[in-house]
């Protein structure tokens, strides 16, 4: 069974890359903490499709009793997330740092829209550090114990 990132999460970084991609070329304050945030963001974004996210593909599988031995693979990711969740978490610091002053510097230059794709990613990062890593880890634990591995 092939570990593949869910096609929705998938498509939640492809669309946030490509709306953050599009203000890249603004001026300004606004600019550079957007260029800023892109590089934040691809940076982040390439280790959690790395080892993070495919093992939440195994999830429907996993839910309907399905344990395959090629599945041994998100133990290994998972272990790795679980070793450089700090690392993760502090990034994540890092990105709502910049985040707040896009926010900041959106509404003071108005572009209010970005202010709004601020808020959106922030949500985002939550989501990643309270449901994909526990989830992610979880799985890992899981198939390690049921494997034996």
């Known amino acids: 069974m092939e570990l593949k990132t869910p096609t929705p999460l998938q498509s939640e970084h492809q669309a946030l890359n490509a709306e953050i ?3 890249v070329k603004l001026e300004g304050r606004t600019g550079k903490a957007t260029r800023l945030v892109a590089r934040l963001m691809e940076r982040h974004f390439a280790k959690e499709e790395d080892f ?3 093992p939440l593909g195994l999830l429907p599988a996993l ?3 399905t344990v395959e031995p090629e599945m041994a693979a998100a133990v290994t990711m998972a ?3 679980h070793g450089e969740l700090p690392n993760l978490l ?6 709502a740092a910049a985040l707040e002053e896009l926010m900041a510097s959106a509404q003071s230059e108005d572009h209010p829209e970005l202010a709004g794709f601020a808020e959106k990613l922030l ?3 939550e989501i990643e550090r309270q449901l994909s890593y ?3 880890i979880l799985i890992g634990k899981y198939l390690q114990l049921r494997l034996k591995v």
């Open 123 to 125: 949500l985002h990062e």
């Open 63 to 65: 839910a309907e009793g």
């Open 134 to 136: 526990p989830a992610t």
């Open 90 to 95: 502090a990034e994540q610091r890092v990105i």
């Open 52 to 54: 993070v996210l495919p």
């Open 79 to 81: 272990t790795r997330l």
């Open 21 to 23: 991609n599009q203000a």
